[in-house]
């Protein structure tokens, strides 16, 4: 059953504590995508990778960290320099295609609350 | 860089009644435009999308307008059901880029 399936559902961070979030997909996507909701908005975008080994800050990359060492997987780092961490952070990946767009599709998400 | 604009943030409508949700964005540039439903504490999903060479794209009780010119795109929901209650968001992908922006959203509200 292809998907996109991010770990844990839920996460507590404590004051000064770096923490990673799991994304891993088996959709054979080139990119894939991390992004933040916080209450009554919209989905903002963090990190998103087109390659392995490559990626670009979003809207709202100070703070957070990623990598891409497989085709698979992106993990998210929340590191202890965003002091304002806890939101619904959401995963997604597509293919890639010129000229036209092609869907996101998400992950379930991960919770992230302060201790 | 591309900026969507979203409206209302609220919708409330009676079962059976038709929802319209409304879209801007600013660049001329773009050219994917997908709608995603989320509801309360699960993932978005892609209920339909529209690509800039198509005026208008329906999906039975879905459809999707785009007005190129105005650079606005709608949402239109018809025969609206209580399980359509949900948050909405549009958002819009500049050619070249992978990236989509998304609006704010809008929570749509169906009383049977």
């Known amino acids: 059953d292809g998907g996109i399936t991010q770990s844990p559902k839920y996460l507590f961070r404590k004051e000064g504590q770096n923490v990673t979030l799991s994304c891993e997909q088996n959709?054979?996507?080139?990119?894939m995508y991390w992004y933040r909701q916080d209450p009554g908005q919209g989905l903002r975008l963090i990190y998103y990778?087109?390659?392995?080994?490559?990626?670009q800050k979003g809207d709202i990359a100070e703070g957070y960290s990623v990598s891409r060492e497989k085709k698979e997987s992106f993990p998210l780092t929340v590191t202890s320099a965003q002091k304002n961490p806890t939101a619904f952070y959401l995963c997604?990946?597509?293919?890639?295609?010129?000229?036209?767009?092609?869907?996101?599709?998400f992950g379930d998400g991960t919770r992230l609350s302060i201790l | 860089g591309e900026n969507v604009e979203q409206h209302p943030s609220t919708l409330s409508v009676q079962e059976g009644d038709s929802a319209v949700i409304k879209c801007t964005y600013s660049?001329?540039?773009?050219?994917?435009f997908p709608w995603y439903k989320q509801e309360l504490g699960k993932r978005p999903q892609l209920i339909i999308d529209?690509?800039?060479?198509?005026g208008e794209k329906k999906d039975q009780r879905i459809a999707v307008t785009l007005n190129k010119t105005a650079k606005h795109f709608s949402l239109h929901i018809t025969e609206t059901q209580p399980e359509d209650s949900a948050v909405y968001f549009c958002?819009?992908?500049?050619?070249?880029?992978?990236?989509?922006?998304f609006g704010t959203g809008t929570r749509l509200l169906v009383s049977p």
């Open positions: 997604a990946s597509s293919i890639l295609s010129e000229p036209k767009g092609q869907p996101q599709h």
């Open positions: 959709l054979n996507h080139d990119a």
């Open positions: 990778s087109q390659i392995v080994n490559d990626f």
């Open positions: 660049d001329s540039a773009s050219n994917y």
């Open positions: 529209i690509r800039s060479n198509v």
């Open positions: 958002a819009a992908r500049e050619r070249g880029f992978q990236k989509l922006v």
